[in-house]
């Protein structure tokens, strides 16, 4: 038996690995194939709208659904063959933190802590302190809002030390400040060296928190890369404001590296558009826009913003599917 | 690997903190009494009527044969009445009153009646809500995600709610004594009882009939009483595994136990009904000789057709329990 884990491309061991995986519910297939790997520290992003197979992948992840074909490796461990091993290293909270209401919140963490050896009162201590629950951590759940359930459940997570971390749309039902703070945690966590894996449908939410995102639809995964190759520069707009818009559009169009987008040609957001009156909707190639400021401005063209903007979810995914013939 | 003693405090301290034992401690505190008051202005009214027991008694046993000469009885009732006929007058030879008014005699009838339907019903309260209480309020998610193998969670969840049935016959016979006491005297536990009648048709075979204190009858009764709540118990922990929700498997229970206890109570022809677990309950009938619901049952037979039960519904439970897929 090996402890080592699973050796990735790029030569580091990866902490969760996912190959082939298939699931057939009452003769209908959920998950055509899904194939990923996540790395020690980094922040991974599991991105795909409502009912594109997210949380049924996170579920094979932790042994709640077996697969009908292909495998799950954490910590070098298949999950469905030894869970006892491979869990042992996981936090997880799947869908909503659900903790038991009729007891308090340190109670709830006593009865996960006797669940595994090793973990005593000194940790569950340390896990109350980590996510600031000291306060009313000896109250009945069923008294706590929803934000303190979230924080309950990581608690619960975080008991056993794990390395990695799986948060199932986490920031659902938190308000500004608490998805602002559940952020700072989630890098804080990330720079002591543990890796997370965090699903959601919101391509805002995952741009700021991830490093690298696999992006799911239709249960099958259409790509998988850095946030950087796969959102920022693939899919992006560069929205223009200049004082002299006609001149601007006519020099513009002149050039090789810039498409210009009409009203309807792309899938930007409205409320956007609205907040950019006169903008100029172009894509660019990457590296391109230094060189392009250049030529606005010595042709007299002042200009007042240039902007990227991000595509919605659904046009990242027609883009994504465009090139592979998959639909 | 993980140890079960932890876990099996888990589950005792969940149900625990539900607040399912109080449920059913309060049950029992509030009908007891009732049954007891019942009780009281039954044996007042035989006082008045009679001068003695054995009055009462030879009165009991005219009613019984007058019966048997109506046209209008059934065939079957007919023989309930012969037999419990041959009964009463066992007792009366031997001069001993099987119904005197004191605690022990209220608690031994008491668990005698309770046994098919009663004690059952607060086994469902805890039993019916093991997996499917998990299931709704999601809490199994967060469970089956630690890295513990499921039918180690099973099997804990199994020992708390033996554990639960367990304390629930020994509170009833607690509080049985403890309530009715007060008003009939905590007398009468060396009183003798008649056990070991055995029936043959509609002739009782008194060879075998032996006289026991009441206190060791009392321990025989618990005995069976709690074999019967632990089939009952597994069979509600099957039903929980494969059903979602708790009401739902509350109701299942329910259903066949009541039907169980309304096919007995036919005197039923349909021999085949004998198989059915809940015509099996009553284990503590065969201890005082009453007639069992059909004709040819009896007590190894009524215990070997719940094992049976028992065996099949562990094999079910944790045969899926183990491989399910858990999807809401």
């Known amino acids: 038996m090996t402890t080592e884990g699973y050796r990735t491309d790029s030569g580091a061991a990866a902490v969760l690995s996912v190959e082939g995986l298939r699931k057939r519910i009452k003769g209908k297939w959920i998950i055509h194939d899904v194939s990923f790997d996540v790395r020690p520290g980094e922040i991974f992003g599991f991105l795909g709208p409502n009912g594109s197979g997210k949380t049924t992948t996170i579920r094979m992840l932790v042994d709640l659904i077996k697969p009908t074909a292909g495998k799950v490796m954490i910590g070098g461990y298949n999950v469905q063959k030894q869970p006892e091993q491979a869990l042992r290293h996981v936090g997880c909270i799947v869908e909503n933190p659900e903790v038991y209401p009729y007891m308090s919140g340190w109670e709830n963490l006593e009865h996960f802590a006797r669940m595994q050896p090793g973990i005593g009162e000194e940790r569950i201590r340390e896990v109350v302190e980590i996510v600031g629950m000291d306060q009313r951590i000896h109250d009945k759940v069923k008294t706590y809002s929803l934000g303190m359930r979230q924080r309950l459940g990581i608690a619960q997570a975080l008991l056993a030390r794990p390395e990695l971390l799986i948060l199932d749309e986490p920031t659902n039902g938190l308000d500004p400040k608490g998805i602002k703070e559940l952020r700072e945690f989630v890098r804080m966590l990330a720079a002591e060296g543990m890796s997370l894996f965090i699903s959601s449908h919101l391509l805002s939410e995952i741009q700021l928190m991830c490093d690298r995102v696999a992006i799911i639809n239709g249960g099958r995964v259409l ?75 010595s042709s007299g063209i002042g200009i007042e913003a240039v902007q990227k903007v991000s595509p919605t979810l659904e046009e990242l995914f027609l883009k994504l599917t465009e090139g592979e013939g998959i639909v | ?52 027991w054995r009055s009462q008694i030879i009165q009991q046993i005219a ?128 009183l003798p009882v008649f056990t070991g009648f055995v029936i043959n048709g509609a002739e009782v075979d008194s060879s075998g009939v032996h006289a026991v204190p009441h206190w060791l009858y009392i321990m025989m009764q618990a005995g069976l009483a709690w074999f019967s709540a632990v089939i009952v118990g597994l069979l509600s922990m099957m039903v929980s595994v494969l059903v979602r929700s708790t009401a739902a498997s509350i109701v299942t229970m329910m259903a066949t136990i009541i039907a169980g206890t309304i096919l007995s109570n036919m005197a039923s022809a349909w021999d085949t009904a004998k198989y059915i677990f809940s015509v099996n309950l009553q284990l503590t009938g065969y201890l005082d000789g009453s007639p069992p619901p059909i004709e040819g049952m009896t007590m190894l037979f009524s215990i070997g057709v719940l094992g049976v039960w028992g065996l099949i519904a562990l094999i079910i439970s944790f045969g899926v329990f183990t491989k399910q897929d858990i999807l809401n």
């Open chain 2, 1 to 52: 690997m993980s140890n079960l003693l932890p876990l099996i405090q888990n589950e005792t301290l969940k149900i625990w903190k539900k607040k399912r034992f109080f449920v059913i401690l309060l049950i029992l505190a509030i009908l007891i009494p009732i049954f007891t008051y019942a009780q009281m202005r039954m044996a007042e009214n035989n006082k008045d009527k009679f001068a003695d």
């Open chain 2, 63 to 190: 009613d019984y044969q007058n019966a048997l000469t109506s046209d209008r009885i059934p065939e079957e009732w007919k023989k309930y009445r012969r037999i419990m006929v041959q009964q009463l007058t066992y007792y009366l030879e031997n001069d001993v009153d099987p119904s005197a008014p004191n605690a022990v005699t209220f608690t031994r009838g008491f668990m005698n009646n309770a046994v098919t339907l009663f004690i059952p019903l607060l086994v469902l309260s805890i039993g019916s809500d093991l997996i499917s209480g998990e299931r709704s309020s999601g809490t199994i998610k967060m469970l089956l995600t630690r890295p513990v193998r499921r039918w180690k969670i099973l099997f804990a969840k199994l020992v708390a709610l033996i554990f639960y049935i367990s304390l629930t016959i020994i509170s009833t016979l607690i509080l049985c004594y403890a309530i009715s006491g007060i008003f009939f005297g905590y007398g009468g536990w060396n």
């Open chain 1, 223 to 297: 790509a998988v890369g850095t946030v950087n190759e796969l959102i920022d520069e693939n899919a992006s707009y560069v929205l223009w404001q200049v004082d002299q818009r006609e001149q601007a559009v006519a020099l513009l169009s002149k050039l090789g590296e810039v498409t210009l987008l009409e009203q309807g040609d792309h899938g930007i957001d409205d409320a956007v558009m609205t907040a950019l009156p006169d903008a100029i909707v172009t894509t660019i190639t990457p590296g391109a826009i230094p060189g392009i400021v250049q030529k606005l401005v």
